[in-house]
């Protein structure tokens, strides 16, 4: 079979079959010189899952041509070269969530975090939008929106900002802050934000929310082969339309209602955890009273 060679963003290069545009990596483990069988497998390797949509349905806001290089190439390469890092060794097997936080390394990126990291970021993006998307949200979400940013019009100004003055490449997130970081040296965005409300931030090149602990709910990828082909340079007219004609504001409204209960299910954790340890100090206070009176009894006698 003819392979073809693609290059990704980090400078790493995957030898790749000419792209169908739906496939399964999979890894068949050998043993004895005995091919098992796929039901024995020990661990898949990770998915190039396809967008929720077909790749011209987007148009004339996102062309057909822009999702074939964009998701049938670009996002494909990541997968293949993610895979190849992680075959064999301590995350194969594990979740794509885990091997990003766990590559991101607190701050100093192990090699195949770019990879991971563009994986989860594309996947995400390509949920985000949809076919007749854009409009203005409701409910809970836009509650939320109003009490964060003063307005809808706030956020999407604020949104826009991010995404226009993020230099170079990356992404711009609206996020639920639940601020529980333990990360290191990494660096929380938002140091002085309380806690469980709404955010807007951005990140360079592969970095994303989960590695501060947030819960992303929109994110719009601003490298230049996102909107290049379609836009030229104009980064100002794909995010205007990314927010006025693509979102899919029903499904950020989803990702929201997951990460309150998130937040509400930690923090019974946390409260558990801290009647466990209130009790367990009791429970050490009451044994050392009764060891010093048994003593004391008994220096008596």
């Known amino acids: 079979m003819q392979h073809h060679t693609l290059s990704c963003c980090g400078g790493v290069r995957a030898s790749l079959p000419p792209p169908p545009l739906s496939f399964r990596w999979s890894k068949i483990k050998r043993e004895g010189g005995r091919r098992l069988p796929r039901c024995a497998r020990i661990a898949a390797q990770l998915e190039l899952k396809p967008p929720p949509y077909s790749l011209s349905s987007l148009e004339p806001h996102m062309s057909r041509e822009t999702l074939e290089y964009h998701w049938g190439r670009h996002h494909r390469a990541h997968v293949a070269s993610l895979n190849n890092l992680i075959a064999g060794t301590d995350l194969d097997g594990m979740g794509l969530d885990e091997i990003v936080v766990v590559s991101y390394n607190k701050g100093n990126p192990l090699p195949l975090f770019v990879h991971a990291a563009q994986v989860w970021n594309h996947d995400f993006f390509w949920q985000s939008i949809k076919p007749g998307g854009g409009g203005r949200p409701s409910g809970r979400l836009m509650e939320h929106i109003e009490r964060d940013f003063g307005s809808f019009d706030r956020m999407l100004e604020e949104f826009k900002r991010a995404a226009l003055t993020q230099f170079g490449s990356g992404w711009a997130w609206l996020v639920y802050k639940a601020n529980r970081l333990d990360v290191g040296n990494a660096v929380n965005p938002c140091p002085s934000e309380k806690d469980n409300k709404l955010v807007v931030l951005k990140s360079p090149n592969a970095v994303n929310p989960i590695v501060w602990d947030y819960s992303p709910l929109l994110a719009i990828d601003v490298w230049e082969h996102a909107y290049y082909l379609d836009y030229e340079n104009r980064r100002a007219d794909y995010v205007s339309i990314f927010l006025e004609k693509l979102v899919s504001w029903e499904v950020v409204s989803d990702r929201l209602d997951v990460a309150i209960e998130r937040a509400a299910e930690r923090a019974r954790e946390d409260e558990t955890r801290r009647q466990e340890d209130d ?18 009894d008994s220096e008596a006698e």
């Open 279 to 296: 009790a367990a100090v009791t429970h050490s206070e009451a044994v050392e009273m009764y060891l010093d009176s048994d003593t004391d």
